[in-house]
């Protein structure tokens, strides 16, 4: 398995702001995913993070609104940008460790309260 | 024990009893299935996989079972523990590898002691 680190574990932001989440795993892994998962709902995949280029957005968002790095194969970056309290979520990084395997693995996520 | 038909959003079993948590999922291409296991304040711990050329897989005190026809998934946890209690959630894979989870709705079980 990876050991998943998030940071910060938790925020409260003013609405207009942006904050920048960082995700950093302890060995390289192949997939790197965000997912948001709103207060009291399941998991929704935001993006998939590609390493050296454009992340791959679902249905209903955008790179505008979350822009996404990945520079290497250990460290992804999310940034919730001109947020709105509607964006109060709890924001998760996930990986795939590699070719061989199946499991997604999580981070401990990060809650995010805009007010 | 406590079963329930289709999803529900929350359970509430005797310690002791067996437990039953089902899952509709929705891709008839699906090939990879995962249970998940939150706690509060806590992203999701893996629990139990099984692939879409199984139908059942055991593990220590839980059962995963795959119904393809009807496009069901259960998960059985035998003789539950309050250290159960959680939010489970199903996920599913399209058939490519290196594809993300799309989650399921959760169910939220309590173990009362």
């Known amino acids: 398995s990876a050991v998943i680190s998030q940071k910060p574990s938790r925020d409260i932001c003013q609405r207009g702001t942006s904050l920048t989440i960082q995700c950093q795993v302890d060995s390289q892994v192949t997939m790197m995913f965000w997912y948001r998962q709103q207060p009291g709902q399941s998991l929704t995949l935001i993006a998939t993070a590609n390493q050296g280029s454009e992340a791959t957005y679902e249905s209903g968002f955008v790179i505008d609104k979350f822009p996404i790095s990945r520079p290497n194969l250990t460290f992804s970056t999310l940034t919730v940008s001109n947020m709105s309290p509607e964006d109060s979520s709890i924001y998760l990084c996930?990986?795939?460790?590699?070719?061989?395997?199946?499991?997604?693995?999580f981070g401990p996520g990060t809650r995010l309260t805009v007010l | 024990g406590e079963s329930v038909g289709l999803h529900l959003p929350t359970l509430s079993v005797q310690e002791g009893d067996n437990s039953i948590i089902n899952c509709a999922y929705s891709?008839?291409?699906?090939?990879?299935f995962i249970w998940y296991k939150q706690e509060s304040g806590k992203g999701p711990q893996f629990i139990i996989d099984?692939?879409?050329?199984?139908d059942k897989r055991q593990g220590q005190r839980v059962t995963v079972l795959l119904n393809k026809t009807v496009k069901h998934l259960s998960l059985q946890i035998a003789a539950t523990q309050p250290g159960d209690s959680a939010v489970y959630f199903c996920a599913e894979r399209a058939n490519q590898a290196g594809t993300a989870l799309i989650f399921g709705k959760g169910t939220t079980l309590s173990v009362s002691s």
């Open positions: 996930s990986v795939v460790p590699g070719p061989t395997y199946n499991e997604q693995f």
């Open positions: 099984i692939r879409s050329n199984m």
């Open positions: 891709n008839s291409a699906s090939d990879y």
